[in-house]
């Protein structure tokens, strides 16, 4: 990408020798970041390497050990805890702080209101400097009339991005931003960061997605068990130095042998048969697949197109309307997502946090969870028989933890998300059902959980794998279906010369369908 243009050498955010010691341990030591006025600075490492740390120095929230930080030039002396944003730097966070309830132009100004001589909210002068805000930043600025309730993901995020450069002009940290957005959506995004840079504000971009790092960003550094591994201009590197920065390895990527499952398990009857679901109107014109032993279906989809009510309605946790499923050829029709699990089924959710995990609870606590009725022993859950369930999976994944008592909330996210897988194996389940089982975690934890699923789903399970990343889906998938307009648009396999990127995508496109759809609506 183009640099952006230079607003001297002085930098917007400069982090120096910064150590941070918890207790005894040392999570960063003599780390050195910067970021220059009008440029956007990647920082990326697996979960755990010390990246929300050492942004939770730069807002003040955290004083590090040892070394310093300046912003816009100004020492932080950590004397209160709006010093940084009073000193020019801001954060968008991945978990959005917007009222859904309220417009884009209350939420700009939430807790920093305009007011005029009689102490009254000016709206005027709030909607003059709104929309200001937005022609310098290129958003449109009808996004300020709508209740956010009401508008896209992307305008979700422009309306946090305004919010956060109102108080805060010299640093924008971004953490990951994209998250919620489609890729024609993070395409948009990147033309507004790349504005903001041209302002002369710094960015921090934090981000899994290291296609983005490219992208976007000028340069780029990367951290490993709280160290600088990597820092360098981003023309000047490439994907494998990255990866080998965050991982300390290279990262192997775990191809297929062939392009279709066993011949033998081919044979077989299948796993799952879906003939003529209907859902509501997201799945209103009836889907239909079959999945076989040893098979990982992949399902592509624009955001609304039913993908995950799709895996919703084969666990039980929403009611078809029409149609009929048979799982190793008997029929299934499962009312809860219990009945599913008896039945051999297991989801994967998308939110871990929400759905997948009960945070405050042990390792072992969640393993267990689904299946307390066989870990017990004369009536009661035998801690013995959980145990060592729990410890036997968690080594098989390998989860990095302090052992299988310690509390799941305390784990990164790649590990949080082997513990869901964990979980899903304890049940022994026949079929899974995967959400996004990539999302939010690091390269190495993504890599780690595809090549255990695919050595389960090897052993004669089945898996039905939705994401919105293309590029995973083609890696994992022996076939990929394309869900749109409420049906299956297209079933491509491995071995098709149309079983590439642009041609799913294209597949996917279908008139009088906005992109914008947000993730929740699928």
């Not at 920082?43 to 730069?58: D, E, F, P, Q, Y």
């Not at 307009?485 to 590439?500: L, Y």
């Amino acid at each position: 990408m183009m640099a952006a243009a230079s607003h001297g050498t002085d930098a917007a955010l400069q982090m120096s020798d910064i150590g941070m010691r918890f207790g005894d341990v040392w999570v960063l030591r003599g780390v050195d970041y910067s970021v220059e006025r009008g440029s956007i600075h990647a920082l990326v490492g697996h979960n755990g390497a010390g990246k929300s740390t050492l942004m939770k120095i730069a807002l003040g929230g955290y004083k590090p050990t040892e070394g310093s930080v300046r912003i816009g030039g100004e020492a932080l002396t950590y004397s209160q805890p709006a010093e940084a944003r009073d000193m020019g730097l801001g954060m968008v966070l991945q978990e959005r702080s917007l009222i859904q309830t309220l417009g884009g132009l209350d939420n700009v100004f939430l807790n920093a209101e305009l007011v005029n001589r009689a102490g009254l909210v000016d709206r005027k002068a709030e909607t003059v400097e709104g929309r200001q805000l937005c022609d310098r930043l290129g958003i449109d600025p009808s996004v300020l009339d709508r209740r956010v309730s009401d508008i896209s993901q992307l305008e979700q995020e422009l309306v946090e991005i305004a919010k956060a450069l109102r108080l805060a002009q010299t640093v924008l940290i971004l953490d990951e931003p994209t998250a919620p957005l489609t890729a024609r959506e993070a395409e948009k995004l990147f033309d507004v960061m790349r504005n903001v840079a041209s302002l002369g504000i710094g960015i921090v971009l934090i981000t899994h997605h290291l296609n983005e790092v490219f992208a976007v960003s000028d340069k780029v550094t990367a951290l490993r068990e709280g160290s600088v591994t990597l820092s360098t201009p981003t023309a000047d590197t490439n994907l494998s130095e990255v990866t080998e920065a965050m991982l300390g390895r290279r990262l192997i990527r775990v191809q297929r042998e062939d392009t279709e499952p066993e011949a033998d398990l081919v044979k077989a009857e299948p796993i799952l048969e879906v003939d003529g679901l209907r859902v509501g109107e997201k799945l209103s014109n009836g889907v239909s697949l079959q999945v076989f032993p040893g098979e990982i279906v992949g399902i592509a989809g624009l955001a609304g197109s039913g993908r995950t009510t799709l895996l919703k309605a084969l666990f039980g946790a929403v009611e078809a309307t029409a149609g009929s499923f048979r799982l190793k050829g008997r029929p299934y029709a499962p009312s809860s997502p219990s009945e599913a699990i008896d039945e051999g089924v297991f989801l994967i959710p998308e939110d871990r946090g929400v759905h997948g995990l009960v945070l405050i609870h042990s390792i072992t606590d969640n393993v267990i969870l689904p299946i307390l009725e066989r870990v017990k022993g004369f009536g009661l859950v035998s801690r013995s028989k959980a145990q060592d369930l729990a410890v036997r999976l968690t080594e098989l994944l390998g989860v990095r933890s302090r052992g299988v008592q310690q509390t799941v909330g305390e784990l990164s996210g790649g590990n949080q998300q082997k513990v869901v897988l964990a979980k899903a194996l304890a049940t022994e389940p026949d079929l899974l059902l995967l959400d996004e089982p990539t999302f939010g975690v690091d390269v190495g934890a993504a890599s780690d959980l595809i090549t255990h699923i695919r050595d389960a789903v090897a052993q004669g399970k089945a898996a039905v794998w939705v994401t919105s990343d293309i590029h995973e889906l083609l890696e994992v998938a022996h076939r990929v279906v394309v869900i749109a307009g409420g049906r299956v648009h297209s079933v491509i396999s491995a071995d098709d010369p149309g079983f590439e990127e642009n041609h799913v995508l294209k597949a996917m496109q279908r008139p009088g369908r906005d992109e914008s759809d947000t993730r929740e609506g699928r």
